[in-house]
């Protein structure tokens, strides 16, 4: 018996303690800085490198480049640019590899839908995703110490 | 005239006590099981296969999903093993990250073990404590490489992210915190009656048995045999740091329940010392070529991951993908003994035997 | 990471060249275990035949881990004498990968002494015809061997002679094929 008066003494004790939970849906969540969620894409930054598409491990992104309507300048312009978010494990290979930093990670992970049809993601549902855009995105453009932020752990 | 019959019951693929999709079906004679039969393989998703057309880096996602309780552990262990092939020195501040996450992550998954444990027993308040506490790690995590779960931090040759300004202090915080809540779950539970009488004696079986059914981790040393391959075979920088390898004789599910109890504790001493002797500067980064090709040949390289000995074996033939890449998965091997254990026990206690053994399905089925 | 004979050296400007060359110093001395090689190569072929071993290297890239090639007929025999040998004692097995190398199959055990205090890895391969492949089973020696060979004969198709109970273990008991095999084509590409 003094084992479960001893247990039901911390119950006690931890009963006046301030509560722990997060209202989540209600309070919307505050995720840190590197966190991986929905990509951002900018289409002027892009240069049709096919670097993203070559890396992710399971394939689901799909771009077209076209030719630069320009006639003065070389290379091409990205024509469509689709993500499939049915199987993106968001791991973040795309925006690492990229050059340019067209592709980046955004602090967005609300995702959930009714039907499937809606996880496939275009070029301009992607571009209009532009906010809370991660600040350090390429592995090699990382300074070398990060300015600290406001304290973000959830208490 | 009375008369008993055998009775064929099929527990799970959808049990919350099979931690998982794990079927079992079992011959019961009354109340005691007569035979046991696991099921496994719901879960296969063939990353044995699919590694053969991946890239080592982009196999390393993969790894995350394999133990999902673990994955800081899974990604060191195929890091590893690709390094091993190319004889790559790891920059010091790397090594000392990695082996801080790895021993966070032993801690966030013996305590989701121990809160899933109680409840499997049926101890409700157990698993919120416990995940008050690994949701501090898991934050920590986030902050740390941007996932909660599957962290995809290391790469070949090093680690991806710098710890963040602070960082290193709130490991050193949570310390004295873990300590003190330590102390709070062992007057919870630890002296429960009713939770001795549910795992003492439960599931007992001798070193002999166990060596010859190849479990590792807690499942090894709740028999009394020292083997921790932190300790026996080093990496990493492991044999720098003093901790002891917790060992219990019984070899029932208590004894498991001790081992890995301690073992949260020795993890917060390797982590007390890294946090000291942790480097101000350095790389996180190794030299690496862009495209990995390690040299032909074949390697198989093994961890400690919290619940065994997590194996490594790649045959490279100097292309970017591996050959083959297998992995010895300690759940799957572990989870072998399970019939043997179940003959002539209670049908209340496969619950608690199947617990003790802790397996994460996602990695009994590869 | 012990490995002080085998030293690869890095290109600098590898970010230029796609392709890097490892260079590899000549190895000058022998490896340090030769001498475990060799005493366990005597121990086969005393105890066992004299063309049991069919080859016995030291590989370099895995930290020089003994490892040898055993004929497969010689298998079941030989892993009996391996765990009971009052030298060796190598009474647990760590991992059984199965390997397919197109022309033939190959199954690799790694072991290990729980029971003396020189705890050192040993490596045994057995290979297998790429026709009607089959190698005795060692779930009578070694327990681990149960599963580990069930998924072997699952995701390869090697038979194990011996196997109490060798069924598919992770697909379906009616799938068809053997996944693992570089030549697998499904049969319905859409699963």
New interface residues.
């Given amino acids: 018996?003094?084992?479960?008066v001893?247990?039901m003494?911390?119950?006690l004790k931890n009963l006046t303690k301030k509560k722990?939970t997060y209202q989540y849906p209600d309070v919307p969540l505050q995720?840190?800085d590197?966190?991986?969620g929905v990509q951002h894409f900018d289409p002027e930054k892009c240069i049709v490198c096919n670097q993203c598409m070559n890396?992710c491990?399971t394939e689901c992104i799909d771009l077209v480049g076209k030719k630069n309507p320009d006639p003065e300048k070389k290379g091409k312009v990205i024509d469509t640019y689709d993500i499939n978010f049915e199987i993106c494990?968001?791991?973040?290979?795309c925006t690492?590899v990229c050059p340019t930093e067209a592709i980046v990670?955004t602090n967005n992970f609300e995702l959930a839908t009714y039907s499937r049809d809606d996880l496939f993601k275009n070029m301009e549902w992607l571009n209009d995703n532009n906010t809370n855009v991660?600040k350090e995105n390429s592995?090699n453009l990382?300074p070398?110490?990060?300015?600290?932020k406001a304290k973000?752990?959830?208490k | 005239m009375i008369r008993t019959e055998e009775l064929l019951l099929n527990v799970g693929p959808q049990h919350p006590s099979t931690h998982g999709v794990f079927r079992i079906i079992v011959k019961l004679d009354g109340e005691v099981i007569t035979e046991a039969t696991p099921v496994i393989g719901y879960l296969h998703r063939g990353t044995e296969k699919l590694a053969e057309n991946l890239t080592y880096t982009q196999v390393i996602p993969y790894t995350d999903r394999m133990d999902y309780v673990s994955a800081m552990t899974n990604n060191y262990v195929l890091c590893h093993a690709v390094e091993t092939l190319m004889d790559l020195e790891i920059p010091e501040r790397a090594e000392f990250l990695r082996l801080i996450v790895m021993e966070l992550q032993r801690i966030a998954s013996h305590l989701v073990w121990w809160g899933t444990y109680l409840l499997d027993i049926g101890a409700m308040s157990p698993f919120l404590y416990a995940f008050r506490e690994r949701e501090m790690i898991i934050n920590m995590f986030n902050e740390l490489c941007g996932a909660r779960l599957t962290y995809f931090y290391m790469r070949v040759g090093g680690v991806k992210w710098d710890a963040p300004e602070g960082w290193i202090d709130k490991v050193r915080d949570f310390i004295p915190y873990m300590r003190d809540k330590l102390d709070e779950y062992e007057q919870l539970v630890s002296g429960n009656e009713i939770f001795l009488a549910r795992v003492k004696g439960v599931g007992k079986y001798d070193a002999q048995t166990a060596i010859d059914y190849g479990l590792s981790g807690a499942n090894l040393r709740s028999t009394g045999v020292k083997f921790d391959l932190r300790k026996n075979q080093p990496y990493s920088i492991y044999d720098r740091f003093e901790f002891d390898v917790p060992v219990q004789t019984e070899g029932d599910c208590y004894a498991r329940y001790l081992v890995r109890f301690e073992e949260i504790k020795q993890s917060l001493r390797i982590l007390e010392q890294a946090v000291e002797q942790f480097p101000e500067d350095g790389k996180i980064m190794a030299k690496v070529p862009r495209v990995i090709r390690p040299p032909e040949g074949e390697v198989y390289t093994r961890i400690e991951s919290p619940r065994g000995e997590i194996g490594c074996h790649i045959v490279s033939k100097k292309k970017p993908q591996p050959y083959r890449l297998k992995f010895r998965r300690p759940s799957f091997v572990n989870l072998q003994i399970l019939p043997k254990l179940l003959v002539g026990e209670t049908m209340t206690n496969l619950v608690t035997i199947l617990g003790g053994i802790d397996i994460v399905l996602g990695e009994v089925d590869g | 990471m012990s490995d002080q004979k085998h030293v690869t050296e890095m290109d600098p400007k590898e970010a230029k060249k796609e392709i890097e060359e490892n260079e590899v110093v000549e190895i000058v001395e022998p490896s340090p275990n030769q001498a475990k090689l060799d005493r366990l190569v005597d121990l086969v072929k005393s105890n066992i035949a004299e063309d049991a071993v069919e080859e016995a290297y030291i590989n370099e890239l895995d930290r020089d881990l003994p490892s040898i090639v055993i004929r497969s007929p010689y298998w079941l025999k030989t892993a009996m004498m391996l765990k009971e040998s009052e030298t060796l004692k190598l009474n647990y097995l760590r991992n059984v990968s199965g390997i397919d190398y197109e022309t033939y199959f190959e199954v690799v055990y790694y072991l290990l002494s729980m029971s003396t205090d020189n705890q050192q890895d040993i490596c045994i391969k057995i290979k297998a015809d790429r026709e009607d492949p089959s190698i005795p089973s060692v779930t009578s020696v070694w327990n681990t061997a149960n599963w580990n060979e069930r998924e072997i004969y699952d995701l390869l198709g090697i038979q194990f002679p011996g196997h109490p109970n060798l069924k598919r273990i992770m697909m379906p008991e009616d799938w068809e094929g053997h996944p693992l095999r570089k030549d697998y084509e499904p049969i319905d590409p859409e699963v």
């Fill in positions: 018996m003094k084992g479960i001893k247990g003494g911390v119950t722990i995720m840190p590197r966190f991986r890396i491990p494990i968001l791991c973040d290979l690492e990670m991660r592995i990382q070398k110490s990060i300015p600290s973000k752990e959830v």
